[in-house]
């Protein structure tokens, strides 16, 4: 009996020991320079830009009172369910953003009057990592000079640079990123962006003084893991990661239609100022 | 013997080394390497001003063109003392934020007066129907009723003029231009307005009803040139118009451009024009694109953009 | 005066084409020159056009604020300049038109047709050439 088992339990080891080396032992195909070819077009699969954390679905983005709970606010109503906001597992490592406690409640303030505050909603370049995660794919372009990002939402890119340039002059919506590759993962860091982007749809926000890393891996044909660490020592009481999975688009999919959005939003933002204006809600916010 | 072969070896080294045999470095995946950031920035405009004949102007001559137009931009910042007279042209601003280029474009050793080439006046060949659409838009152009009468770049959509093309033409500032090579792209990244021409290599155009901005661009390499065909103009990028050069081109115009890289420093930009709507002829133009000291920096328009506001309001506070 | 030489020059037909690149003639008021001089409150490298804020003494004690509009950032950082160039407090002068528009939400509006330092040097350039910086490597250049 204890021969019969312990045989079973060696067989069982074996074949596990035979497995697992099959997964760990996918390497990346090569690209240029040698490293592992991330060229392609990318798009995540989760619901990190309606918000970082775990949320659940709820009415609209955009709520006011109703006699038995939120409903949605009157800008949004007519919208109904393609309004509506499902639900999205955190990407958030932990137990959430860990916010000083003002910028806990300023989040809460942010998320409250997001229809007015939110930048995507004005086609505002969206910022890193935030880029990253929006419902839109992005393209990775490079070589071994060079390695470029091309968003499809609001045509935004990212020059990366290879060799750091020291600190960046002004600061930018984008900010400014160096790149390079610690074995087959590109690690990212980002700094110099100002403090108007937000990090989602949720009213999760940043200072000027974040510093975003960014780990790039590949870990099958067809996925890469992401990593971001944010540190700001201004909103943060300490630095804190998300993680996900950027999903490779295949045949036709694998190309970046034009979303240049700023045409759009042109009645939003200029309308009043027609010599003729429409009729508009009175916003509410 | 050994004499023999040091002859050889001083021969081989000077084939090597000479300018008639450069070619440029082939990056891993075999294609010709145009890397880098370039410029256009040049004082030679699209067309010929009427004062001058020729394309082709000796060095005294272009020597002194280029010192009147330093001279003129000089004059920019020398403004009297006290207040502004009232009633003149508001002006713009000081000539520190322009960077328009100092000098004239050469082109194959020869110092040019136009970008155009053909036809030999150096002048847009309008048809009568393409006078006539660039004069009516023009027109449109006196009012601010709307944000859709104003400019592409007013209005931050794409840049200034034909910045982004193609043809990619100077305007009056960040006529800068990265170009970013990968396995089957090209990619031109334009200053203004962050615009990203991915050049599609070995592909064939899409059709259908969506219209890109800046166009639907197919290349291929030809021994050493990339050519890039474009076509499927987004239906608003016909009216191009910026301080350097006034465009009317039909939206299913098609344009050629070919960049063959000299040297470490320079690439040449050649395109044609092909829209018999609008023009009697296919017209063509040269310049060469010039290594750029300094990067590209973001150039996030729409987030900034007071200018749009105050035209709008400008016109509201008239009425 | 720039303007119908440099047309002349560069052979362009219509006179509205200059105005329409900058549009500044459809922004700012050309009966409403100004002359201002303040300290500058902040600065919005910004594009399409940074924007210089400063703070004007008026004749009654009392501070109006304005906001002054220049060029692209770009053509600046490229030759060097960045955030902290112009220091906040600087006392600067500034000559332009009002923005048509003379509402001054959040502040009033001019151009900044000719921006200066309070003792006359031009703002981010020496005080001889035209200016502007180099714009590229081109090999006559480095001849000269």
Redesign the interface.
């Given at each position: 009996m204890r021969r019969t088992l312990f045989a079973l339990l060696a067989v069982t080891a074996l074949s596990a020991a035979a497995r697992a080396p099959a997964e760990s032992a996918w390497v990346a195909p090569r690209?240029?320079?040698g490293k592992p070819d991330v060229?392609g077009t990318w798009q995540v699969m989760n619901r990190a830009n309606d918000g970082l954390e775990t949320h659940a679905a709820r009415a609209a983005r955009a709520l006011r009172d109703g006699p038995h709970g939120p409903v949605p606010a009157k800008e949004v109503l007519a919208l109904g369910a393609v309004g509506a906001v499902p639900a999205g597992l955190g990407v958030v490592v932990g137990d959430g953003i860990p916010y000083q406690a003002w910028a806990r409640k300023k989040q809460t303030e942010n998320q409250a009057h997001w229809l007015s505050r939110d930048?995507e909603v004005?086609?505002?370049?969206p910022g890193i990592p935030r880029a990253t995660y929006l419902p839109y794919p992005f393209?990775i372009?490079?070589?071994?000079?060079?390695l470029?990002f091309?968003y499809e939402y609001a045509?935004?890119?990212r020059?990366i640079h290879l060799t750091d340039?020291g600190p960046a002059?002004?600061?930018?919506?984008?900010g400014q990123s160096v790149g390079k590759w610690e074995g087959d993962t590109l690690v990212i860091e980002t700094t110099g962006q100002h403090d108007?982007s937000w990090l989602d749809r949720a009213g999760n926000f940043h200072s000027e003084a974040l510093r975003v890393v960014e780990r790039l891996t590949p870990t099958s044909p067809l996925t890469m893991r992401y990593e971001a660490t944010l540190e700001d020592a201004k909103v943060y009481t300490r630095p804190w990661t998300i993680r996900m999975t950027l999903y490779r688009l295949v045949g036709d999919d694998a190309q970046?239609?034009?979303f240049?959005c700023?045409?759009f939003v042109?009645e939003l933002?200029?309308g009043h100022?027609?010599?003729?204006p429409l009729d508009r809600i009175e916003s509410s916010e | 013997m050994i004499r023999a072969a040091a002859l050889l070896l001083v021969l081989l080294l000077a084939r090597v080394t000479s300018a008639e045999e450069w070619s440029p470095p082939r990056?891993?995946?075999g294609d010709p390497d145009l890397?880098g950031t370039w410029t256009n920035a040049t004082i030679t405009p699209l067309e010929r001003p009427d004062e001058i004949e020729a394309l082709v102007v000796p060095p005294e001559e272009g020597h002194r063109i280029e010192k009147l137009v330093a001279d003129l931009y000089a004059a920019v910042d020398d403004v009297p003392a006290g207040k502004l007279e009232a009633g003149e042209d508001v002006g713009g601003y000081n000539t520190f934020w322009m960077d328009p280029g100092k000098r004239l474009a050469v082109v194959r050793g020869e110092i040019r007066t136009s970008i155009i080439t053909d036809p030999p006046d150096g002048e847009l060949p309008y048809s009568l129907r393409g006078r006539a659409q660039l004069v009516k838009r023009f027109w449109r152009l006196r009012k601010a009723?709307?944000?859709?009468t104003r400019l592409l770049g007013e209005?931050?959509?794409v840049g200034f003029g034909s910045s982004g093309g193609p043809p990619m033409l100077p305007v009056l500032y960040n006529n800068n231009y990265?170009i970013?090579?990968?396995?089957g792209?090209v990619?031109i990244?334009v200053e203004m307005n962050?615009?990203?021409r991915?050049i599609r290599l070995g592909a064939q155009h899409r059709q259908g009803p969506?219209r890109?901005?800046l166009g639907d661009s197919v290349g291929r390499f030809e021994g050493q040139t990339l050519v890039v065909e474009t076509t499927h103009f987004h239906p608003?990028q016909s009216f191009r118009v910026s301080l350097t050069h006034a465009v009317y081109m039909s939206t299913d115009a098609k344009v050629v451009e070919r960049f063959t890289r000299l040297s470490a420093k320079e690439i040449l930009y050649e395109f044609s024009v092909e829209d018999l709507e609008n023009y009697r002829q296919i017209w063509k133009g040269e310049m060469p694109l010039l290594a750029a000291e300094g990067?590209?920096?973001?150039y996030?328009c729409?987030?900034g953009n007071y200018s749009?506001?105050n035209i709008?309001?400008g016109?509201?506070a008239k009425? | 005066m720039l303007g119908s030489a440099l047309l002349i020059l560069l052979g362009l037909l219509l006179p509205v084409r200059m105005e329409s690149h900058h549009s500044f003639a459809a922004e700012f008021d050309a009966d409403a020159p100004v002359l201002l001089t303040g300290k500058v409150t902040k600065v919005e490298?910004i594009n399409p056009h940074a924007w210089i804020h400063l703070a004007v003494q008026q004749p009654d004690g009392s501070v109006a604020d304005w906001m002054v509009e220049g060029g692209t950032?770009n053509t600046l950082?490229r030759a060097g300049?960045?955030?902290n160039t112009l220091a906040i407090g600087s006392e600067i002068v500034v000559r332009g038109y009002q923005s048509k528009d003379k509402a001054c939400a959040p502040a009033c509006k001019a151009n900044g047709r000719d921006v200066t330092f309070a003792d006359g040097r031009k703002l981010f350039m020496g005080s001889s050439g035209t200016g502007a910086p180099r714009d590229g490597a081109d090999p006559r250049e480095r001849a000269k």
């Open positions: 690209g240029p320079g060229n930048p004005k086609c505002y370049l393209q372009l490079y070589n071994e000079d060079a470029f091309a045509g935004a890119v020059n340039p002059p002004i600061d930018s919506w984008m108007q970046l239609q034009q240049n700023v045409e042109e933002i200029y100022l027609r010599k003729q | 990056l891993a995946f890397q009723d709307d944000p859709e209005r931050c959509l990265q970013v090579q990968s396995p792209f990619t990244l962050h615009n990203a991915i969506i890109p901005w608003a990067r590209i920096f973001e996030a729409h987030e749009l506001t709008l309001a016109e509201r009425d | 490298w950032p950082l300049i960045d955030k």
